[in-house]
């Protein structure tokens, strides 16, 4: 096996060799340490910079969880031979953290600022450093109350959450959907602290439904297309967007542009024919720049 020392790696890979050491000391360089020097084993590093080549085609995308959006993520990764999208769900805000780290490549999310009522930007500013950001409309959905089918408690707003002892099962605290849902009850004047189960929690919209479905709680929040799929009723309360963002530099890649298409007419409309509770009009616009 053929051993490079870190002079002649830096030569190697066209960089210094400050660049070099700071790449051992966090662990991102295959190397070994011999007789109180390093070393870098060739065929690692020719492995490591494959697979680094790759990573670059690779689109990291984490933030909300939507039903739709993994659909439109199976169909580009079934037809897209040279790339892989990866989704990890894990609410609006940490995905923004998730981008802001650079542990992703785009963040899809569905914020509201609660004291201004505005979408996405300003949170894109709180959470994100730096200004070159872009911020493209994926399609809108109806949010609402799921409750079990034929609604035997005859909830029609939030009010009758409180008013009607109604059990409820909450999203997580780093979802838009909670950010929502808490937005609606200061707009309607409902204590939170009113909502028996308020503080219970599920980190999607399927679970929060399912705990309907099986009538472990009288109600939940989320979207309409899960009580759809669930065959609950729906009360519809808002019409949000649903948004992603991306740094200026990834979305200029060939990749990126690709993904960024699904979202176009009428591409999207053919894919999202069969789901009910979203309106598709404003489609793969751009709505900010930063």
């Not at 051993?3 to 790696?9: A, C, G, P, Q, V």
């Not at 769900?89 to 650079?102: I, M, Q, T």
């Not at 028996?196 to 099986?214: M, N, P, Q, W």
């Not at 200026?248 to 890649?253: A, F, P, Q, V």
Request: charged share 30%; hydrophobic share 40%.
């Amino acid at each position: 096996m053929e051993i490079l020392s870190t002079k002649e790696i830096a030569k190697y890979l066209r960089i210094n060799e400050k660049k070099v050491y700071a790449l051992v000391q966090e662990g991102k360089i295959p190397h070994l340490k011999i007789g109180g020097k390093i070393g870098f084993p060739k065929e690692l590093i020719d492995r490591w910079i494959i697979e680094k080549a790759q990573g670059e085609k690779d689109l990291l995308i984490s933030g909300s969880d939507d039903p739709l959006f993994r659909l439109i993520i199976d169909s580009f990764n079934k037809e897209n031979d040279e790339a892989i999208a990866f989704y990890a769900p894990v609410g609006s805000l940490k995905g923004l953290e998730l981008l802001d780290a650079k542990r992703a490549r785009m963040a899809c999310c569905h914020v509201l600022d609660l004291d201004t009522g505005e979408y996405t930007p300003s949170y894109v500013k709180r959470y994100l450093k730096g200004s070159d950001f872009i911020v493209i409309e994926l399609f809108k959905r109806r949010q609402g109350l799921l409750l079990k089918k034929g609604n035997p408690l005859g909830i029609k707003n939030l009010r009758d959450l409180a008013t009607k002892k109604a059990s409820f099962v909450n999203r997580n605290r780093e979802s838009g959907t909670r950010l929502l849902f808490d937005f609606l009850l200061k707009r309607y004047k409902v204590d939170p602290e009113s909502i028996t189960g308020y503080e219970r929690e599920v980190e999607s919209h399927i679970k929060a439904g399912l705990f309907v479905l099986k009538g472990l709680v009288d109600c939940s929040f989320g979207i309409e297309y899960v009580a759809y799929l669930l065959d609950l009723d729906f009360v519809p309360l808002f019409l949000e967007r649903f948004d992603i963002v991306i740094p200026r530099e990834i979305y200029l890649r060939p990749v990126t542009k690709s993904f960024v298409s699904y979202f176009e007419q009428p591409q999207i409309l053919k894919i999202a024919r069969e789901y009910p509770g979203y309106e598709l009009e404003g489609s793969g616009r751009i709505i900010f720049e930063f």
